[in-house]
């Protein structure tokens, strides 16, 4: 039980990291500081924006990549980082429908509304401005859009990998699997037990928030609630897989995406 109770405390310790945060401690200034400035991405969209109902009367949108050919009922939902549904997550988007062969019909969601972040400032009030009931609504709008019978995976980079794993947690039985890169995982295992996907955690030994401790919490806690889990832990920053950033380590990135993607298409094709 003690050990338990430490585990809960490193992990509560660490929320302030990609979630929602209405004062600056010193804490978060750090944090802050520690998501580079995205620099500029040559990027030629393949995609499209699309707009779908919500059940609060709203639209949700979404950056979508779907065959021109046939149907298919496999979807990956791309959460993206605290700066917005961006450049950079709308080529990844891209790079991961190409690498699923077009098999597969990728929606980058929108938590923020049609908000981008290209300052730290923005970034944070953007996040902080993100209400839970309406990100759920636009997951829900989002689910609804792929259909009841669609098969659906998920993907996201540090707030976007926290809001992964809730989006898998909604998507119950219809999950296919799930991708955190350094997001916040949840805490309770009331909150996992619907999540009938796999997991994979990609985290950062060198992250100061979202910490080894927190991955590996975050592990004994969807196995003791009989969750498959693969954690992996690279020696890297924070936001290490984004090559918008300074953070960005190549060697890294290369293996974590390939163990990402062969993770997806093992669900997924």
Known sequence: MKKIGTLILLM??????CQNTET???SDQAFKEAH??????EFNAEGEMITFATADEQEGAAYKLQSKETEVDKYLFVIHEWWGLNDFVKRESDRLYESL???VTVMALDLYDGNVATTRDDAKKFMAGVSEERAKMIIQGAIAEAGEFAEIATIGWCFGGGWSLKTSIMAGE???GCVIYYGMPVTEAKDLAPIQSDILGIFAEN???ITPEVANAFEDLAKATGKNIENHIFKANHAFANPS?????????????KIALDFLKA???
Request: aromatic share 4%; no cysteine.
């Open 24 to 26: 600056e401690s010193d």
């Open 36 to 41: 580079d400035i995205p620099k500029e991405i």
């Open 12 to 17: 509560s310790l660490s929320l302030v990291a």
């Open 207 to 209: 992250d100061q928030w």
């Open 267 to 269: 669900r997924l094709l």
């Open 101 to 103: 062969n077009g098999e």
């Open 245 to 257: 950033g300074e953070s960005y380590n190549n060697e890294a990135a290369t293996e974590a995406n």
């Open 174 to 176: 219809q999950g296919a």
